[in-house]
């Protein structure tokens, strides 16, 4: 196959662009404007690969859009780029409106007339394949909330979406888009929703890279509130395995959650990270003595949690790696690259809080 992938300059865009090109036959068309997330040097290791291409271009330009897919005549567009950070569209909601709904109309309009103009069998054969987020589901409860922790329940394919901040909501409207134009136009479909990705290349704005980079730095550790927000950890990689898995076997109207089997409170993960630096990169006191405690992001959700199990079951998708054995890759990879680290930091981003407005 030949496949168009959207955003894949990003962190979980360029997992899939270096597994599709290091596991498979097929190729890659890399659709990347190259926002201060974007970063070539993500992908240097299959950068001169013959099967890999790349196209600076703006997926809310249409004209870009069409006369791309007329000159690659992709098999399927893996459509991942997006702003993602939910500080960020806290402070800038409109960016997260343009790219994420704005966008995704934009190329779902030049896939649709793109589609409608191939043969029989290659039109039936195309697929539109949306990377979504378990954000656009709310929040769930948490164990501090129930009497019978043994009955709390998880994000599955029918919760009923219940965003809660700019960028879960944008999020959200691009779903509903792609499901429209499935059900109107016919346009062969399919959603995934993961939970929270992490692992190499990650962007520093994010919690587990901003807070090894920090304790390396003598920097202090955020944790928002208390620090007993839940989320599902999914390793990258495993993330990259599993679309691959959708685009080539899912089935067209469907949609299917990814997600890690690794709940943790967002302290837990601060602390596991602090451990390992202990060990890998021990000084005088612990990495765990730089923990502050920040105000809280407004409207912060306080549970995710995935039910993988559909995925699991029709495709044969499981994720390989614990959260133990996944977050020590990731500790030792940011140990090794210090040159990425530093060309990704040379921008604005300077590792500030972002998204305080509204903040109680």
Known sequence: MKILVTGGAGFIGSAVVRHIINNTSDSVINVDKLTYAGNLDSLAEVSDHSRYAFAQADICDASAMSKLLAEHQPDAIMHLAAESHVDRSITGPAAFIETNIVGTYVLLEAARTYWNGLDTNRKAAF?????????????????????????????????????????????????????????????????????????????????????ILNALDGKPLPVYGKGDQIRDWLYVEDHARALYTVVTKGIVGETYNIGGHNEKQNLEVVQTICNLLDELVPKSESYREQITYVTDRPGHDRRYAIDADKISRELGWKPVETFESGIRKTVQWYLNNTQ??????????????LGLEGAK
Request: proline share 10%; glycine share 4%.
């Open 127 to 211: 697929r539109f394949h949306h990377i979504s987020t378990d954000e656009v589901y709310g929040d769930l409860p948490h164990p501090d909330e129930v009497a019978d922790n043994s009955e709390l329940p998880l994000f599955t394919e029918m919760t009923p979406y219940a965003p809660s901040s700019p960028y879960s909501a944008s999020k959200a409207s691009s779903d509903h888009l792609v499901r429209a134009w499935l059900r109107t136009y016919g346009l062969p479909t399919l959603v995934t929703n993961c939970s929270n990705n992490y692992g190499p290349f990650h962007f520093p704005e994010k919690l587990i890279p901003l807070v």
């Open 340 to 353: 990425w680290i530093s060309n990704v930091q040379s921008g604005n981003y300077k590792r500030e809080r």
